[in-house]
């Protein structure tokens, strides 16, 4: 059976390149890492090739996380060139501040702004399409959902579903789980990726946002 990245990479041409993720939801964990290793993943700066350091913690060479943080970094840094959205909702905001990092939250405020900068560009058109909402209505009481993640992860996955959004990335274990990505992908059309798939289903295409 294959796995969500290698149904979609399975498609040929047009529809291949057509599922790359416009907007696309960041939870919590995704957030904390763009803050706490910013000066690597933005300006590219790294104080070693071995690894990754902040205030909270050490991330060595050879973790699973390193490889995330550089996906991360091989995203974000030629961003300004690309037509990518990114969306956050209350349902962030919650785990942010149950942290009790003033600085996390005043990060969350700086780009929930951007994001409803986002939304706001729309004018007249839709910012969400209306299927979004039939979709939201319908995860909310989808009982297979709702038993497949914990009550936090399972909010987060609907914010991203009403928010319209094709992927959801997060480094979270649930991540993990090719049944439930599959699963989601299939009713809600919305991908559950690790920045590492991201950059998998984007690669063969950056040159044009370099």
Not at 121 to 148: C, H, M, Q, T, W
Request: glycine share 2%.
């Amino acid at each position: 059976m294959k796995n969500l990245i290698e149904r979609i990479k399975s498609l040929k041409g047009y529809s291949r390149f057509n599922s790359i993720p416009s907007r696309i939801f960041l939870d919590t964990n995704v957030l904390q890492y763009l803050q706490d290793f910013g000066e690597y993943i933005f300006d590219n700066y790294r104080e070693s090739k071995e690894y990754f350091q902040c205030s909270r913690k050490s991330i060595c060479k050879g973790e699973r996380l390193f490889n995330e943080i550089e996906a991360l970094h091989d995203i974000f840094i030629n961003i300004n060139r690309t037509n990518f959205e990114f969306s956050l909702s209350p349902a962030v905001y919650h785990e942010v501040e149950k942290k009790g990092d003033t600085r996390f939250v005043s990060w969350f405020n700086d780009v929930w702004e951007h994001w409803q900068a986002v939304v706001s560009e729309y004018e007249n058109r839709e910012a969400f399409s209306p299927l979004s909402e039939k979709r939201y209505k319908k995860a909310v009481i989808d009982k297979s959902l709702s038993g497949s993640f914990s009550t936090d992860d399972n909010k987060i996955v609907l914010a991203a579903i009403r928010n319209d959004c094709n992927a959801l990335l997060t480094v979270d274990k649930f991540a993990k789980d090719q049944n439930k990505k599959i699963y989601v992908f299939i009713k809600y059309e919305m991908m559950i990726l690790t920045p590492v798939e991201l950059i998998e289903l984007i690669k063969p295409y950056q040159a044009l946002w370099c």
